[in-house]
């Protein structure tokens, strides 16, 4: 990797001074914003080697960076290791963020060069404003990845397909009224929607663009009177453009977005330039008024309807069963059978795709064993790859795409002997774990006000966990939803910082992260509820919506205050209840003893 890397970064380099460019930007991101993103978008990885799902690189003349978050610090460190590809740890003391970086290091009347499609636009503005002074010039339309990248995967045309009522809860007719609404509200003719996740939940249609998402590549524009989506039209059978076309969808090329946004003049647009790539807001008529905000579709979606609700209920049963199985088979046959983390996570990806309604993975599963778990979003390769021996620990990190929903839980498991440190830190994490799961709170708390819950025990000995306690879910859509999220201080860009509504479902994830050692992460997904109404405030809590033991060869009750104890016993004695009828005698007698009180 380390020639390729180099041979990669010469011939972007030998690009860029044939354009009198001075620098480079390559952010990870598809045309759209999302979070994962298809081989053909994997232009970062591409140029620096890291294959981590999140991070930016530049490059310069002089030098090649690379700006990732504290969950990828390890990793990064590894992979860069070898190459001249820096590494700047974001969000720490004295590191410059990549604006920063480019005020900095661009000279007068420089040249930043990038392809605007796939930077946002607010991004692609602060940049505009920052290098304003220096007199940078910004050059927004050059691919030159795609110029040097040979064998560079095509986009995916996946075909396209209609999520039903019965799933669904409310038709998309009704999510269209709804949005025109709140477009009257703002005075908006125009509404630029771009986010992928968000045009699915809309229209009601799925498919499989994007890895372990079930998005379509597509751009919507929504019109007083028209719907325009833009899509490449070979993904849409007679059913879907039948359907469409009775919700009063016009198809459009996928590319035309760019000749379409400019004809709309004298309009008020309502779009959200984080969620807007840099190329379509530099597409806008300058006569246009915008109305920069969050995407209304945003915020309904992250309110899962009664009837989402219910069948998120009913998946987690079914992949919890899965989950069960897997648990059950690792117990059975580590130290027996040889195990390594590639075939311990093809096998619980196998138990999943069986499971009726399935349609794949929410995220490429996270198998890591002993120090490879300390790198919290690690991702098993041939070389990487341990084999699970019968001692120490092994997490695994996953979740299915279901007709009926989206799931995503963690749990680490003792594989044998564990030491003294091991089993402490395994019970206070799963203690942190179920403090928050029950917490109770007045209406109109964000995250940060009840982040405390899963920390304090951390924090009271000097611990911490150096990423978010929680994130939003999606219904069948991206296992990382906003406006969410739990994290005790709050992190603007992230957009996870909303009063927390009934309906709204959020994962519950600390862990604690020893470099060279060892990884702990417990990890259920929560639904927010109505509690009791006073003379204080409408109280909200938490319905657990994962069924699966927290495995008690790790735990060692003098760790535990009592509290916990029995509200480990309490989430044990349900996971029995709701998960042994699917199981088989002997699966189900061992499930018993897993979920024994203690």
């Not at 991070?55 to 504290?70: N, R, Y």
Request: net charge negative.
């Amino acid at each position: 990797m380390e020639q390729a890397v180099g041979t990669r970064i010469a011939a972007l380099r030998k690009r860029m001074a044939e354009r009198g460019m001075d620098a480079y930007l390559i952010p990870t991101a598809d045309f759209h914003g999302s979070e994962y993103v298809d081989g053909y978008f994997k232009a970062r990885q591409f140029i620096t080697g890291f294959t981590g799902s999140a991070g930016t690189a530049v490059i310069t003349m002089e030098e090649a960076g690379l700006w990732t978050d504290g969950r990828y610090f390890v990793q990064a460190a590894k992979e860069l290791a070898t190459s001249e590809v820096k590494l700047f740890k974001m969000g720490e003391e004295g590191v410059p963020t990549v604006e920063e970086y480019l005020e900095q290091t661009m000279t007068m009347g420089g040249v930043l060069g990038f392809d605007g499609r796939v930077v946002g636009g607010l991004m692609g503005e602060e940049l505009q404003d920052r290098l304003a002074a220096k007199e940078i010039c910004i050059a927004c339309y050059e691919d030159l990845i795609g110029e040097i990248w040979e064998d560079r995967p095509e986009l995916p045309k996946e075909p396209v397909w209609i999520l039903e009522d019965k799933y669904a809860g409310k038709p998309a007719s009704e999510k269209i009224a709804d949005l025109r609404s709140t477009m009257a509200e703002k005075n908006a003719g125009v509404h630029i929607l771009t986010s992928l996740d968000d045009i699915i939940w809309l229209l009601n249609i799925r498919g499989n663009d994007v890895p372990c998402t079930p998005v379509v590549l597509s751009y919507l524009i929504v019109t007083r009177g028209e719907i325009l989506l833009f899509i490449n039209q070979e993904t849409l059978n007679e059913e879907v453009r039948t359907y469409l076309a009775g919700l009063g969808v016009k198809l459009y090329d996928y590319n035309d977005i760019y000749q379409v946004v400019p004809s709309f003049k004298n309009e008020t647009v309502m779009l959200e330039k984080a969620h807007v790539n840099y190329a379509v807001c530099q597409s806008l008529d300058n006569s246009v008024t915008v109305v920069d905000m969050m995407n209304p579709t945003s915020s309904a979606k992250a309110v899962k309807n009664p009837v989402e609700i219910e069948n998120m209920r009913k998946v987690h049963i079914k992949d919890g069963v899965a989950m069960v199985k897997f648990m059950y088979w690792l117990k059975q046959n580590v130290g027996k059978t040889e195990i390594d983390e590639i075939t311990a996570a093809a096998y619980l990806d196998k138990l999943r795709s069986e499971v009726e309604g399935n349609l794949g993975l929410s995220f490429g599963t996270i198998s890591a064993y002993s120090d490879n778990a300390a790198m919290c979003h690690y991702a098993v390769s041939e070389e990487s790859n341990k084999k699970l021996m019968p001692r120490g620990l092994y997490l695994v990190d996953s979740g299915g795409q279901y007709l009926e929903g989206t799931t995503d839980i963690t749990r680490t498991f003792a594989l044998g002997e564990l030491t003294e440190e091991e089993k402490e830190c395994f019970t206070l994490v799963a203690s942190c774990m179920l403090r928050l799961l029950n917490v109770k709170f007045p209406y109109g708390c964000h995250g940060y006000n009840f982040d405390f819950a899963a920390r304090e025990l951390l924090w009271r000995r000097g611990l911490d966990f150096n990423h978010g306690t929680g994130h939003g879910v999606s219904f069948l859509g991206s296992v990382h939803e906003r406006p969410n999220g739990v994290r005790w201080r709050v992190v603007p860009e992230r957009q996870d910082n909303a009063v927390f509504e009934e309906g709204m479902i959020t994962s519950d994830e600390p862990g604690l992260y020893f470099e060279g050692k060892f990884g702990i992460r417990t990890e259920n997904l929560m639904l927010c509820v109505k509690a009791e109404k006073n003379e204080y405030a409408q109280f909200m809590k938490f319905e657990n919506l994962t069924w699966v033991p927290i495995d008690l060869d790790a735990i060692d009750v003098k760790y535990m205050e009592p509290r916990d104890r029995e509200l480990l016993n309490a989430y044990h004695k349900e996971v029995y209840n709701k998960i042994s009828p699917y199981l088989p005698e002997e699966e189900a007698k061992w499930l018993e003893k897993v979920t024994r009180e203690i």
